[in-house]
């Protein structure tokens, strides 16, 4: 193949990397048996309003299936507590709603990402352009790299702003704060968002370091 070809196909495999690297951390947390690891993290707050445990881990499933299925908002509307009051209130069924919109809007680009990565490293392999494809997944890795610790950088020193400016971004007004006995609040504290930053952050920086370091190109 034409060299300049490869290599212009070689930095934009470049590109999609991180998008991978960091939407595969996403959806490896999207799933009920994350809750599992995250409740039982060493210090993780108990709910001050009486959920235990099991009932975090119960009801949690279903918030994560949500977000993953096709059902519309009744899936959790319909959801009681045993005094048949709601599980969640009307502002919080609504922000449920644009969160599912905005999950599968970017699982949506992690599998069509995904699959144009692949798509290249077959048509590399066939095509004979191997060595740029690696090039492209090795610089990809360390672009990775130092986009994880630039942002990690941020979120260590005030994950509270980092937090607030991510929901600013993606959400409209203040439709994701909550009173702290709300049930949201009560599943997903702070403390369970800073600990999937944590996850996903931790997973594209040693997958990025990994692609980087054994993709490089060696010296003969």
Same mark, same amino acid.
């Given at each position: ?14 590109? /999609?990397?991180?998008? %991978? $690297? ?5 959806? !490896?947390?999207?799933?009920? &048996?994350?809750?599992?690891? =995250? @409740? ?61 919109? /905005?999950?599968?809007? %970017? $699982? ?5 990402? !995904?699959?144009?990565?692949? &798509?290249?490293?077959?048509? =590399? @392999? ?83 370091? =990994? ?10």
């Amino acid at each position: 193949m034409n060299p300049r070809l490869t290599s212009t196909l070689s930095w934009f495999v470049t590109l /999609l990397t991180p998008i %991978v $690297m960091i939407l595969l951390g996403v959806r !490896l947390l999207l799933n009920p &048996g994350y809750p599992v690891l =995250a @409740y039982h993290m060493p210090g993780f707050p108990a709910d001050p309003y009486g959920f235990t445990r099991d009932d975090r881990l119960k009801w949690s499933g279903y918030a994560i299936n949500y977000l993953l299925n096709d059902a519309g908002i009744e899936y959790l509307a319909d959801l009681r507590f045993s005094d048949n009051s709601p599980l969640y209130n009307d502002r919080e069924l609504g922000h449920m709603l644009d969160v599912k919109n /905005l999950v599968q809007a %970017v $699982m949506r680009v992690f599998y069509l990402t !995904l699959s144009i990565l692949i &798509g290249m490293g077959l048509w =590399a @392999y066939f095509k004979k352009w191997m060595f740029d494809f690696r090039w492209g997944l090795s610089r990809g890795g360390w672009l990775t790299v130092g986009l994880i610790l630039g942002v990690g950088l941020f979120a260590v020193v005030s994950f509270w702003q980092f937090f607030t400016m991510f929901h600013e971004i993606f959400f409209s007004g203040d439709s994701w704060l909550f009173l702290y006995s709300d049930t949201l609040i009560r599943l997903f504290p702070l403390r369970f968002w800073q600990d999937v930053f944590i996850w996903v952050l931790g997973f594209a920086l040693l997958a990025g370091a =990994a692609l980087g370091w054994f993709l490089r190109p060696k010296a003969n």
